[in-house]
């Protein structure tokens, strides 16, 4: 832990600046007019303008404390946390029934949630981003490496060792596909260590990979086709969210190779759960999760025998992803053989 | 009686965030919404069965407005058995907060808002304890975490919290922090968390022609540059 205080009186802000700078935009954010950065903060300070500092409910004595809490909070966002293991342990479905289950969840693994409608399924996912200490409706609990999560960590872990992605998510930043990417990374501090382009190169190809149609780095993000915002989303789960677990409710059909894309965040050590209606993702997991009325009423290992009818699934697939896009080219289908 | 504070930008989903929270809590909230001219939210709080008093400053400052009229608040939810009042302040410039020291207070911002607007709203989110996120289901997991980031840039030891104001997601654990909030019987001696701006012109007592000729009391000239 660097003592942020001691350097910034220590240093004049040229220096601070040049290791730091997201110290600009504290400035920026406290709207500080400019200061002489030949000299340290305090010193600077002491040229600023009185009545200025006061008119935005400033003291000299703040702005140095300020800064150096301000840095401690930007350097810790950087630091996501590793995940070895989720465990989920069972509480109760809706008739109060126990689940008498415990599932243990490793890196790299892929778990599907399968139910009805209105079975529950959305309510596990929620239990997981909440962090579940028995005290959600499902009674459900859920420990980080094996162990439980106290009160502070489930408010400090909030929306860092989770991500999630669903149907209903858009773009809604006017940026382009490489402006986002590398707004994404620095906001993840990524970019301090250097890596950041080689980083948003590969998250930008593996998108492209995913997507049925190409995009380029200059496209909008608010322009990209359903199927290619999901396939950027995914790549930039994968690849720059610092969020271990990852948390899929339902994604499309069109425009996207929704197994790759699965195996790719296995791939990137992440642990995925996704709640799914379509059988070639359930059957592609390693496990699934079986919901009923509102409880886990099953969860089944994919066998063997299911890895192979997978197989056979999947050509079914590809006869009628071909099919679509015979039609969509004009084409007519006379012979399923040819597709 | 608990109290919390809760501010944020118009239509950022206050009163929907405070209604899932109110299912949360399952305790008797009572709330005091503060607006500007008009407020369309008492029928919402009626329907969830929430006792609420709506304040319009009309031609009052709404911070100042604010600050004379809290303390009234705190008397009417005990006078009526209030577990946990709330505040909601809607007709605040981003000048102003309406958060008191030793009281919880929330800001409510939308994760639709923009990614900067975090640190162009100001005290009201400055000085807030927990920061609440909505809309956020609607967005990447990206931009969530770049709102995210921006909270924290402009406030970075608030708590952030992302709240679904329509499925209740989330409100759990901002119900958590709310349970988390001292037992107050007044407000009389506290203080606010910024100062309120100065106003007392010609504006403020019903001017409305524009020129030096009417410009009388404090008030501050632009520079413009040449």
Not at chain 1, 10 to 33: E, K, T
Not at chain 1, 36 to 62: H, I, M, P, V, Y
Not at chain 1, 111 to 116: A, D, K, N, T
Not at chain 2, 28 to 51: E, H, M, Q, W
């Given at each position: 832990?660097i003592?942020?205080g001691?350097?910034i009186?220590?240093q004049p802000?040229?220096?601070?600046?040049?290791?730091y700078p997201?110290v600009?935009?504290?400035?920026l954010?406290?709207?500080?007019?400019?200061?002489n950065?030949?000299?340290?903060l305090a010193?600077?300070?002491?040229?600023a303008?009185?009545?200025?500092?006061l008119e935005?409910g400033?003291?000299?004595?703040?702005?140095p404390?300020q800064l150096a809490?301000?840095?401690t909070?930007?350097?810790a966002a950087?630091?996501?946390r590793?995940?070895?293991s989720?465990?989920?342990?069972?509480?109760?479905?809706?008739?109060g029934?126990?689940?008498n289950?415990?599932?243990?969840?490793?890196?790299g693994?892929?778990?599907?949630?399968?139910?009805?409608?209105?079975s529950?399924?959305s309510?596990?996912?929620?239990d997981?981003?909440?962090?579940?200490q028995?005290d959600?409706?499902?009674?459900?609990r859920?420990?980080?490496d094996?162990?439980e999560?106290?009160?502070?960590?489930r408010?400090n872990?909030?929306?860092?060792?989770?991500?999630?992605?669903?149907q209903?998510?858009n773009f809604?930043?006017d940026?382009?596909v490489?402006e986002?990417?590398?707004m994404h990374a620095?906001?993840?501090a990524v970019?301090?260590?250097?890596?950041?382009d080689a980083?948003i190169?590969t998250c930008?190809e593996?998108?492209n990979?995913l997507?049925?149609?190409?995009?380029t780095?200059?496209?909008?993000?608010?322009q990209?086709?359903?199927?290619?915002?999901?396939?950027?989303m995914?790549?930039?789960?994968a690849?720059i969210?610092?969020?271990a677990i990852?948390?899929?409710?339902?994604i499309?059909n069109?425009?996207?190779?929704?197994r790759e894309?699965?195996?790719?965040?296995?791939?990137?050590e992440?642990?995925v759960?996704i709640s799914?209606?379509?059988?070639?993702l359930?059957l592609?997991?390693?496990?699934?999760i079986v919901i009923?009325?509102?409880?886990?009423?099953?969860?089944?290992d994919?066998?063997?025998?299911?890895?192979?009818?997978?197989v056979e699934?999947?050509k079914i697939?590809r006869?009628?992803?071909?099919t679509?896009?015979?039609l969509?080219?004009?084409?007519?289908i006379?012979?399923l053989g040819t597709? | 009686m608990k109290?919390i504070?809760v501010?944020?930008?118009p239509s950022?989903g206050k009163?929907?965030?405070?209604l899932r929270?109110?299912?949360s809590?399952?305790?008797n909230i009572g709330?005091?919404?503060?607006?500007?001219?008009?407020?369309?939210?008492?029928?919402?709080y009626?329907?969830?069965g929430i006792?609420?008093q709506i304040?319009?400053s009309?031609?009052?400052?709404p911070?100042h407005?604010?600050?004379n009229?809290v303390?009234?608040?705190?008397?009417?939810g005990?006078?009526n058995g209030?577990?946990?009042l709330i505040?909601e302040?809607?007709g605040?410039?981003n000048r102003?907060?309406?958060?008191?020291?030793?009281i919880?207070s929330?800001?409510v911002v939308?994760a639709l808002?923009?990614v900067?607007?975090p640190?162009?709203i100001g005290?009201?989110l400055?000085?807030?304890d927990?920061?609440?996120?909505?809309k956020?289901?609607?967005v990447?997991?990206?931009?969530?975490e770049?709102?995210a980031?921006?909270?924290?840039?402009a406030n970075?030891s608030?708590q952030v919290?992302s709240v679904?104001?329509?499925?209740?997601?989330?409100?759990?654990?901002l119900?958590?922090?709310?349970l988390?909030a001292r037992?107050?019987?007044?407000?009389t001696d506290?203080r606010?968390r910024?100062?309120?701006?100065?106003?007392a012109c010609a504006y403020?007592?019903g001017?409305?022609?524009?020129?030096?000729?009417?410009?009388?009391g404090m008030?501050?000239k632009?520079?413009?540059?040449i």
């Amino acid at each position: 832990m660097i003592d942020f205080g001691n350097l910034i009186a220590a240093q004049p802000l040229s220096a601070l600046l040049a290791d730091y700078p997201v110290v600009r935009d504290f400035f920026l954010n406290l709207n500080l007019p400019p200061l002489n950065e030949a000299k340290s903060l305090a010193d600077a300070l002491l040229e600023a303008d009185d009545d200025w500092l006061l008119e935005f409910g400033l003291t000299r004595e703040e702005i140095p404390s300020q800064l150096a809490a301000f840095l401690t909070t930007m350097t810790a966002a950087e630091s996501g946390r590793a995940v070895t293991s989720l465990t989920i342990i069972g509480g109760r479905d809706k008739s109060g029934g126990a689940e008498n289950i415990e599932l243990h969840i490793e890196p790299g693994t892929v778990v599907s949630i399968v139910g009805p409608t209105g079975s529950g399924k959305s309510r596990l996912l929620g239990d997981i981003e909440c962090l579940a200490q028995g005290d959600t409706p499902t009674a459900r609990r859920i420990l980080i490496d094996g162990a439980e999560v106290t009160e502070d960590d489930r408010f400090n872990l909030e929306g860092k060792i989770v991500a999630q992605l669903s149907q209903n998510m858009n773009f809604v930043m006017d940026l382009t596909v490489a402006e986002f990417l590398e707004m994404h990374a620095r906001s993840r501090a990524v970019g301090v260590s250097g890596d950041a382009d080689a980083l948003i190169k590969t998250c930008f190809e593996c998108a492209n990979s995913l997507a049925g149609e190409k995009f380029t780095p200059e496209t909008k993000v608010t322009q990209l086709s359903g199927g290619q915002s999901r396939a950027l989303m995914i790549a930039d789960c994968a690849y720059i969210s610092q969020s271990a677990i990852v948390l899929i409710d339902e994604i499309e059909n069109a425009g996207v190779d929704r197994r790759e894309a699965i195996a790719l965040l296995a791939q990137s050590e992440k642990i995925v759960l996704i709640s799914t209606h379509d059988p070639l993702l359930a059957l592609g997991a390693d496990k699934r999760i079986v919901i009923k009325n509102g409880g886990i009423s099953a969860i089944i290992d994919t066998s063997a025998e299911e890895k192979a009818s997978l197989v056979e699934l999947e050509k079914i697939d590809r006869l009628l992803y071909n099919t679509r896009k015979t039609l969509r080219a004009g084409g007519q289908i006379n012979d399923l053989g040819t597709l | 009686m608990k109290m919390i504070t809760v501010a944020g930008p118009p239509s950022s989903g206050k009163t929907s965030v405070i209604l899932r929270l109110a299912e949360s809590l399952k305790l008797n909230i009572g709330v005091v919404k503060f607006d500007c001219l008009t407020s369309f939210d008492k029928a919402r709080y009626k329907a969830a069965g929430i006792p609420v008093q709506i304040g319009l400053s009309g031609k009052f400052c709404p911070d100042h407005f604010f600050v004379n009229n809290v303390e009234g608040g705190v008397s009417w939810g005990l006078r009526n058995g209030i577990d946990v009042l709330i505040t909601e302040s809607a007709g605040l410039c981003n000048r102003c907060s309406p958060h008191i020291t030793g009281i919880t207070s929330v800001c409510v911002v939308d994760a639709l808002s923009g990614v900067h607007t975090p640190r162009k709203i100001g005290p009201m989110l400055k000085f807030a304890d927990i920061v609440v996120v909505t809309k956020g289901d609607i967005v990447s997991q990206a931009e969530r975490e770049v709102f995210a980031w921006s909270v924290k840039q402009a406030n970075g030891s608030a708590q952030v919290l992302s709240v679904n104001g329509i499925t209740g997601q989330g409100a759990f654990m901002l119900s958590k922090k709310v349970l988390e909030a001292r037992e107050i019987t007044s407000l009389t001696d506290s203080r606010l968390r910024f100062t309120t701006p100065a106003a007392a012109c010609a504006y403020c007592t019903g001017e409305t022609r524009i020129g030096e000729n009417y410009q009388m009391g404090m008030m501050r000239k632009m520079e413009y540059e040449i």
